[in-house]
C-alpha cells in the first residue's frame, strides 16, 4: 500500500500574505510592523532584530495576527541600544518554518543647513535667487518665507525647484525684504538664516544682450531619478529659453515639465541652453544616466515538489536586481550548509538535493539580498515513501578488466523483490564531487553491468538501487575499484639497409595511450624462432644499428614501449639483405620478391 500524504493544496504550503516593509520611524511614535501568513494552523509567530530574537516586553507587543507594535521607537536607548535594524518575522507549523523579508527600520533625522542662503541684490524687472540644502531621512521638503510669510509660489514669478533654489522673476519693489529656507519632514522643521533681497535701480528700456546667470550643470543620474536642469537667465527684452539636444533628436514631452521661464525636468539627455531673437547665449553640457540601485527581485521563485526517496530533487530560484543579488537558502529558517548530500550550483541559484530521505522533508526559501533591499520566497520538499519498497542491494563488488572498463555485480535485496523492475547503477570517479556522478539502467535478470569508456589508472565508486513503480531502494553499500594502467601504443618503426651486414632501425614513439618509459628491440633470422634482444634503450633513444648480420637471411626486427604497467604490442618489420647481395650477382632471391619491406603490427605475446 502506497502511504502518502495528501499534500498538493496551496494551503498547506507555510506562507506569508503580508510581509513587512522597510519604515522610517519618529522618535518616541509608536511604529508597527506587519505579519500575516496563511497555512495549516496552528501557526506560531516570532520576531528579531538583526538575527536576535524580540522578548515581549512593555515596549514590543506581538499580536495574534503576526504583527509587531513597538509603543515608543528609540534611535538610541539609555543602555545604548536601538530600536534601529533589520526586523524580520519567523512563521512556524507542523510543516517547518519561514522567514520574512528583512525590513529595514530607519529613524527619521534632520541635519543643519549645508548650503544656506545669500543676500542678493537685483535689478528692478531682472532676477533674483536664493539657494538652500539640507540632508535628511525621509528627504525633506523645502519651502520658502519673506519676512516671516509664506512666499506665494502660485504667483508665476516665483519658481520653486525641488533642489531649494528659489528663483524670481521680473523683480519689483514688493519682493524686497528678509528671506528664509525651511526644511520639514517627519523628523521635524528647520529654519535657515535668513538672507536680503534688495531692489535696486528703475525699468528701463535700453536693450541688454542675453546672458545666463546660472546654467544648468552636468549630471550622472539614476534610473527614475528627476532630473532638474537650472536656467536663469537676463537681458532686454527678457530672454526667451529654449532646449534642444546635440544629436539633432527632438526632445520628447513625455516625462518632460517646464518649470519657471527655462528651467527643465526630464531624463536622461544631451542639450544646449540658448537665448532671444537678436542676440544668443549657448551653454553646453552632458546628463547622463546609469542603473540605480535597484531592489532584488524574483524572476523564478522556487516551486514546491514531492519526490520519491533516494531520487534527486532541485529547486530553482532566479532573482534580478542592482547590484546583482546574493542568494541565500533556508531549511526550517536555518542556513544550508552545501555537503555531499545537498550541493548548490549557478552562484546558488540551484540547489540539488541528492538521495532524498525523510530527513529532507520541509520548508526551503530562498532569500534574495542587495544592498537595496530583499526578498524572499518559500517552497516545500515533499517526500514520497511508499510501504512494500525493495530492499537494498547486497554483496556489491568491482572487478577491474581492462585500463578502460570494470564489471559491478551485486545481489538481489533479500525482502520486497517481486515488483522490482530493474536496477540503476550509480557511477562517479571517486576524487569528483557528487554532482558528476552518472547512471546506467540494468535489467532485473542481470544483476551485473560492465562500465566501459572508464580513464586508466583511475579509482571508481559504484552503488546501486533497486526501482519499482512506485520509487527506489535504499542504497546499496559503496563498492571502490581502480582501473589498469595503459601501456604504450605501438610505435612506428622504420629500417634501412646501411650494408650487406648492417641495418637501421628508427622508431617513432606514439602520443596515444600510455606515457613509455623506453623502448625494447628484437631481431631473429627467418624462420628460426628465437629472436636476439631485448635491447632496452631509453625513451629519448629512437634509432640503433644492428650490425654482424648474415647476408644470405631475411630478418624480422620488432620494436615494443614499455612503462610501469607493462609491454604495448610491438610493431614488426622484415629487412632482406640478401638484395644487397644479390645486387652484386645482378639476380635476386624469388622468395624476397613477395616479401620485401613487409610491414605488419603483431600483438606482443
Not at 536496477?423 to 562517479?428: C, D, G, M
Not at 569528483?432 to 553491468?449: F, G, H, I, N, R
Request: one cysteine or more.
Amino acid at each position: 500500500m502506497l502511504l502518502l500524504f495528501s499534500l498538493h493544496t496551496k494551503s498547506i504550503l507555510l506562507s506569508f500574505t503580508l510581509e513587512p516593509s522597510d519604515i522610517i520611524a519618529v522618535q518616541e511614535q509608536p511604529l508597527m510592523l506587519h505579519c500575516q501568513v496563511e497555512g495549516i494552523p496552528p501557526i506560531t509567530t516570532q520576531w528579531r532584530r538583526n538575527g536576535a530574537l524580540i522578548v515581549e516586553d512593555q515596549n514590543y507587543v506581538m499580536f495574534a495576527n503576526g504583527s509587531l507594535l513597538i509603543g515608543h521607537f528609540q534611535k538610541t536607548k539609555s543602555d545604548g541600544s536601538s530600536d534601529e535594524g533589520d526586523y524580520e518575522c519567523i512563521a512556524q507549523n507542523f510543516f517547518g518554518l519561514v522567514l520574512s523579508r528583512k525590513a529595514r527600520v530607519q529613524a527619521a533625522t534632520m541635519a543643519d543647513f549645508h548650503v544656506q542662503p545669500r543676500s542678493v541684490r537685483a535689478e528692478l524687472g531682472g532676477v533674483g535667487r536664493f539657494q538652500c540644502q539640507i540632508h535628511g531621512l525621509p528627504e525633506p521638503v523645502i519651502s520658502w518665507e519673506r519676512d516671516g510669510q509664506p512666499v506665494d509660489t502660485s504667483d508665476d514669478r516665483f519658481t520653486l525647484l525641488p533642489t531649494g533654489v528659489l528663483q524670481i522673476t521680473g523683480v519689483c519693489p514688493e519682493d524686497s525684504g528678509m528671506y528664509c529656507c525651511v526644511a520639514h519632514n517627519s523628523a521635524g522643521v528647520k529654519h535657515s538664516a535668513g538672507a536680503q533681497l534688495t531692489v535696486s535701480g528703475s525699468q528701463s528700456s535700453v536693450y541688454k544682450e542675453p546672458m545666463i546667470l546660472v546654467g544648468p550643470e552636468n549630471l550622472t543620474l539614476t534610473v527614475h531619478q528627476t532630473a532638474i536642469l537650472e536656467c536663469v537667465a537676463t537681458g532686454f527684452p527678457r530672454p526667451i529659453v529654449s532646449w534642444s539636444r546635440l544629436d539633432g533628436r527632438p526632445i520628447g514631452v513625455e516625462g518632460i515639465q517646464v518649470l519657471g521661464t527655462g528651467n527643465l525636468i526630464f531624463l536622461s539627455y544631451i542639450y544646449v541652453a540658448y537665448g532671444n531673437g537678436t542676440g544668443s547665449h549657448y551653454l553646453l553640457l552632458t546628463l547622463s544616466l546609469y542603473l540605480s540601485a535597484a531592489p532584488a527581485e524574483f524572476v523564478q521563485p522556487p516551486q514546491s515538489i514531492a519526490r520519491p526517496v533516494g531520487t534527486t530533487a532541485i529547486f530553482t530560484c532566479l532573482a534580478q536586481g542592482e547590484p546583482v543579488p546574493q542568494i541565500t537558502w533556508l531549511k526550517n529558517g536555518q542556513i544550508l550548509e552545501p555537503d555531499g548530500h545537498v550541493k548548490l550550483r549557478n552562484n546558488n541559484s540551484t540547489m540539488t538535493i541528492y538521495g532524498v530521505t525523510q530527513d529532507d522533508e520541509a520548508i526551503y526559501q530562498c532569500i534574495a539580498e542587495n544592498s537595496a533591499g530583499s526578498t524572499q520566497a518559500s517552497a516545500r520538499l515533499t517526500v514520497l515513501w511508499a510501504d512494500g519498497l525493495p530492499g537494498v542491494p547486497t554483496g556489491i563488488r568491482a572487478e577491474v578488466l581492462s585500463p578502460t572498463s570494470i564489471q559491478v555485480s551485486w545481489n538481489e535485496p533479500t525482502q520486497n523483490t517481486q515488483d522490482i523492475i530493474g536496477y540503476v547503477l550509480h557511477i562517479r570517479k571517486t576524487a569528483d564531487p557528487v554532482e558528476m556522478e552518472y547512471q546506467e539502467a540494468v535489467s532485473k535478470m542481470t544483476l551485473q553491468q560492465v562500465i566501459g569508456d572508464l580513464e586508466p589508472s583511475a579509482s571508481y565508486s559504484f552503488y546501486v538501487k533497486a526501482y519499482t513503480s512506485r520509487g527506489a531502494s535504499k542504497a546499496s553499500e559503496t563498492a571502490v575499484e581502480s582501473t589498469l594502467g595503459e601501456v604504450p601504443a605501438p610505435p612506428a618503426l622504420f629500417t634501412k639497409v646501411i650494408n650487406s651486414t648492417v641495418v637501421q632501425a628508427t622508431w617513432e614513439p606514439s602520443t596515444k595511450m600510455g606515457q613509455q618509459e623506453g623502448f625494447n628491440l628484437y631481431y631473429r633470422k627467418v624462420p628460426v624462432p628465437i629472436f636476439t634482444g631485448p635491447l632496452t634503450f631509453p625513451r629519448n633513444v629512437t634509432q640503433y644499428n644492428i650490425t654482424q648480420l648474415d647476408p644470405s637471411f631475411v630478418y624480422e626486427i620488432k620494436i615494443l614501449a614499455f612503462n610501469q604497467h607493462g609491454e604495448g604490442n610491438a610493431t614488426l618489420r622484415f629487412v632482406s639483405l640478401k638484395e644487397t647481395l644479390h645486387h652484386r650477382h645482378h639476380h635476386r632471391h624469388p622468395y624476397w620478391s613477395h616479401l620485401h619491406h613487409f610491414l605488419c603490427p603483431f600483438p606482443h605475446v
